[in-house]
């Protein structure tokens, strides 16, 4: 088995289309066509980590954090991140990373949160914009169902909770092709018109290629007719951050101290309590303050989130209770999300956990 293969199922649970522009996710450091003999996971790649990696025998360290996050303009060890980088390059391991592609996903960071809180009803708290696309085009009313079926194979028609919708009128397609043509219908040069439909469905953005390729491997014509354009409509499932409900409300500083067990942390610090139950939870693992905003539209009696900053604590405005667990501590649970998935897909390859506190936040009590 090959890097790559590890790669392909890792990018269907978070394909890296979705990650923000800012980051740098996907193979930073090595060759994807290198057969893989260990598959390391961890939240960050230290130069402990890649030492764990010989150790453990694995060529293949998937982090949750990149390594690389801006140029480098050399490799002379002078800091921590070119000295991983050689250290990796020179035993021959790979760095995979995922951030906010993983940040992005239902399935993904903010739900393992979620699952530690318990909570239900869960929708996206900040959808991704421009995600859904659509697909138009036209074909023999004789070829409809063998080409509809096709495209949603391939993962087209799905909106929700409901899969295989399209849209299909009822038309005529005229065409002349030349004497180099080579019509499935017809003959060159003759005018012809012939009864078509025209098939509409939608998809996530990430899965055009392999749409098309269905497309043009089940449409009968040798020139095939088509568009593709994004819609406005929010994805359901794709965004940054998470909102969802307690099983049963309860008062703030019984809830506090629930966080604080559920998510294993040492400390909680949050804004002014504001004497009524909780209900409604956000939450947005790693740096949230930018979303402190979409919390409170979205009537969340509480946000968890972390690395908030003295003024930012001000935004609760005494309408939200803010509360920030740690960076780390917010994360923290990424690691066995994906030693799960993978561990259900390669059940007999040899997966682990990182073993080393990367965390570089200490607290002295």
Known sequence: MKITDIIQELEKLAPLQYAEGFDNVGLLVGDAN?????????????EAVVDEAIEKKCNLIVSFHPIIFSGLKSLTGKNYVERVVMKAIQHQIEIYSMHTALDNQFLGVNASICNRLELQNRRILIPQPHIIQKLITYVPKSDVENLRKALFAAGAGNIGNYAECSFNLEGKGTYKGNEESHPTIGEPNVFHTEDETQIGVIFPKHLQRQILQALRQNHPYEEVAFEVYTLENEHQHIGMGMIGELNKAMPEKDFLAYLK???????????????????????????????????KHAKADVYITADLKYHEFF????????????HFESEQYIKSLLFDYLSKIFPTFALSISNVDTNPIKYYS
């Open 34 to 46: 290198a057969e893989v003999k260990g598959v390391l996971i961890t939240l960050d790649t230290l």
């Open 261 to 295: 067990e559920r998510m294993q942390v040492s400390v909680v610090r949050h804004s002014a309590l504001l004497g009524k139950d909780v209900k409604k939870v956000a939450v947005l693992g790693g740096s949230g303050a930018f979303a402190i905003e979409n919390a």
């Open 315 to 326: 935004k609760a405005e005494g309408q939200i209770l803010l509360a920030d667990i740690g």
